[in-house]
């Protein structure tokens, strides 16, 4: 499985992006997806995921309420909707993949995309 991740750019606090991690492979639809992000000197952080059914979704409690992970199978993408941005959803966003069922936790994963910079300014 190849992950490509885009959409990010410079938005303004309380704005809007969407990002997209595209799956290729024809197996992308029994894999688990999440994106992680990280800032510069710090450990990757959980943002959200969903099972490779979709039927399973999680959010990391900072995110909740303004972030929604969603995947549609046809087009091998999974979608993370931000709304409500703030200045700390800083940082350079990755998708990630495993089979079936999510994880928390980063070193879980198996593949992963090459990241893609939200930032947002004040």
């Known amino acids: 499985v190849q992950l490509q991740a885009y959409g990010g750019g410079l938005v303004d606090a309380g704005g809007s992006l969407r990002l997209s991690c595209a799956g290729s492979?024809?197996?992308?639809?029994?894999?688990?997806v999440a994106w992680f992000r990280q800032v510069s000197g710090k450990d990757r952080e959980f943002v959200a995921a969903?099972?490779?059914?979709?039927?399973?979704?999680s959010y990391a409690d900072s995110v909740k309420g303004r972030f929604t992970i969603s995947r549609d199978t046809a087009d091998s993408k999974v979608d993370l909707q931000m709304h409500a941005l703030k200045v700390e959803d800083t940082s350079v966003y990755y998708c990630?993949?495993?089979?079936?069922?999510?994880?928390?936790?980063?070193?879980?994963?198996?593949?992963w995309g090459q990241g893609t910079l939200v930032t947002v300014s004040s």
């Open positions: 990630a993949a495993r089979e079936h069922y999510a994880s928390f936790v980063a070193n879980n994963y198996d593949y």
């Open positions: 492979g024809r197996t992308f639809g029994h894999y688990a």
């Open positions: 969903i099972s490779w059914n979709g039927g399973t979704i």
